[in-house]
Every structure is written in C-alpha cells, then in structure tokens.
C-alpha cells in the first residue's frame, strides 16, 4: 500500500511562522519573534504558543542547543500549499474548480515565466467531457439534486 502524507492543515497565525521557518530553514523562537514582531505585533508568548502547536502537529521539528530550541521545517512548503489547496477544493462544487482556478489566476501577480508554467499546464491537461456535482443537495447552484 502507497504511503499517502497525511493533510497538513495549520491556522493562518501557524503559516506566518512557518514561512519564517521555510525561509531561514531552521531558527530559534527569539529569531522568528524578532521577524514578525514589528509586521504582526505579537509577543514571544505568542510565538511559543504557535511553535508548540506546530511540534503537536508535527510540522516542525526541534533539537536542543544549550538552553534554546531549534526549530526545523518537518514538511515543505510547497507539500503544504499543495494540501491547502486541495483542502480548498474539497469544499467547493467539482464543477466550479475550473472557475475557481481561473479567478485565482486573475487575481495573482504573475511573471512571464509563471504564465509560460501555466500555459504549459493547461497545454498537457486533457479535459473531460462532463464533471459531476459533488454538493450535497441545496449546497450549490447547479440543479444537479432536484
């Protein structure tokens, strides 16, 4: 049996960390608290608490170094937008993924080189000729349940 990675599902608070933790590749509470200090104004307490969550949640790892803790990403960052993603999409009507896709890219700010990736993409997809409704009744619009 493949071994499937279990969805990684953190708070919005927990991503902040985490994308210092991603950027610095391993840091200290003091380190990630002097980052965010100043644009989210929390306290080292606060970080403590969220770095505590993230070991929990095993998204983070920790070594000891004298007295300070080492934290180190358990998991990437792209497997964790990935999961989000796919959370994301798991709550929405499978017909309106493709519309969600394209408002998301109306929205970003793209380099050349992103849209070449997408293009190339979507280039590669083959579509399929019907998608099925996976709302449970009165969920969505699509008059798939009456």
Known sequence: MENVPSPVKISDSEWEVMRVVWTLGQTTAQEITQVLADSMGWKPATIKTLLGRL???????????????????????????????????????????????A???EEATLTQADIDSIMAQLRQKQPVETIECNCIPGQCECKQHE
């Not at 990403?73 to 990935?82: F, G, H, W």
């Open 103 to 105: 408002d998301l890219v």
């Open 55 to 101: 070991v929990k949640k095993e998204v983070v790892w920790t070594e000891q170094e004298g007295k300070k803790f080492i934290y180190h990403p358990a998991v990437s960052e792209m497997e964790t937008v990935r999961s989000a993603t796919e959370n994301l999409f798991s709550h929405i009507c499978a017909k309106r993924i493709g519309e969600t896709i």
